[in-house]
């Protein structure tokens, strides 16, 4: 981000991947992380409505959301020690 051409698309690229918040480790794609990423460098300074229309239709968001919908159905037939330790937000932000 330091050497990059253009420093406030890259920035705004990482704020905005941040407010989306998905992760590698819940995508578990590179390719679909790498897509999502350079759609929030081609949309993140521009109007919010592109961008959140973009991201509601973004392969690395669904599969997010599949995967946390998957973790919360199983989660329901865990012990609930194991789902509020699985579920706290320290998890979730570090995730």
Not at 9 to 37: C, D, I, P, Y
Request: hydrophobic fraction near 50%; proline fraction near 4%.
């Amino acid at each position: 981000m330091v050497r990059a051409v253009d420093q406030l698309r890259e920035r705004m690229t990482w704020f905005w991947h941040g407010h989306f918040a998905t992760s590698l480790r819940k995508v578990r794609v590179a390719s679909l992380m790498l897509g999502q990423n350079q759609t929030l460098r081609r949309l993140g300074l521009g109007d919010f409505q592109p961008l959140a229309q973009a991201m509601i239709i973004d392969p690395a968001m669904l599969s997010s959301f599949v995967i946390w919908d998957a973790i919360s159905q199983v989660a329901g037939r865990l012990p609930r020690a194991i789902t509020v330790a699985a579920c706290s937000p320290e998890y979730i932000v570090s995730g």
